[in-house]
């Protein structure tokens, strides 16, 4: 069951004078995990990569994707500049394994698939990992509620959880903090510490707004990854986002992934 995802009953508990939080970290995640999410989405993304002497390179890029099962399926299609023109990113998510992932690039005219042994190295050269791109299952870590309701950013009344990787070879980070809203349940913000335990990166979701299909969304539409370490960050913004209607199966194929045609 993957993160981006059985939930047991929840109450609280009176033990020698202490109230336990109505609810674990780990239902936290699972339910961050079930929210409902649009069958098909299709949006013009930014994204702003900012060098720590502010400079800047945007980058335009088209977005599909489409949810079944409960597993999300994404294609991203880079427009410009002309240093990334044409590169595709293909990523399909796997129940009880790791996702795939693989990446076209037209500088070499070929479609390669992303190793597992990758998932630490820059996507297409913003703080995003190619790790960051794909999901966790919840059952790889362990999750602590911290807080049943804290503010953090431009949200208030947030659960705090902290997920520790069972296997420390299995994540990049030591392991990872995230505030996540109660009514959306969408993380909309998460502190990613390095295997020393030092700060790396945050990940910070600005706004979320509501986009109606066959049912209401919550969608965040801007997300700021920030390497602290480094002073690099990375906004994705959504331009315009369509959801629910239907996009064609083989949009999210490798043969799309080479040709960049149905």
């Known amino acids: 069951m993957k993160m981006t995802r059985t939930l047991a009953a929840a109450c609280a508990t009176f033990v020698i004078g202490f109230n336990a939080f109505a609810i674990d970290g780990t239902e936290v995640m699972q339910k961050v995990f079930d929210r409902q999410k ?48 044409d590169t595709r990113f293909l990523v399909k998510e796997n129940k009880d394994r790791d996702d795939d992932k693989w990446i076209y690039l037209p500088s070499l005219r070929t479609t390669r698939r992303v190793a597992a042994s990758e998932g630490e190295k820059p996507f297409v050269g913003t703080d995003f990992s190619y790790d960051d ?49 109660k009514d959306s349940l969408i993380p909309t913000y998460i502190e990613m510490y390095d295997k020393k335990g030092k700060l790396l990166k945050v990940n910070e979701i600005k706004s979320i707004t509501q986009k109606t299909g066959k049912k209401t969304y919550n969608i965040p539409m801007e997300n700021v990854m920030t390497n602290v370490q480094t002073g690099h960050s990375t906004i994705l913004k959504m331009v315009n986002i369509e959801v629910d209607k239907p996009l064609a199966d083989g949009y999210f194929s490798t043969n799309f992934l080479n040709s960049g045609k149905l």
């Not at 049943?148 to 997920?163: A, H, P, R, T």
């Open 38 to 85: 649009p069958d098909f989405t299709k949006a013009a993304v930014t994204l702003t990569l900012t060098d720590k002497k502010g400079a800047k390179e945007v980058r335009q890029v088209g977005e599909y994707g489409r949810c079944k099962d409960n597993l999300t399926d994404i294609i991203m299609i880079f427009f410009s500049p002309s240093t990334v023109k």
């Open 133 to 181: 791109m794909s999901s966790r299952e919840v059952s790889d870590d362990t999750h602590e509620l911290l807080k049943e309701s804290e503010n953090k950013g431009n949200f208030k009344d947030l659960y705090v959880v902290k997920s520790t990787p069972k296997d420390p070879k299995s994540s990049q980070y030591s392991y990872r903090i995230s505030w996540v809203t």
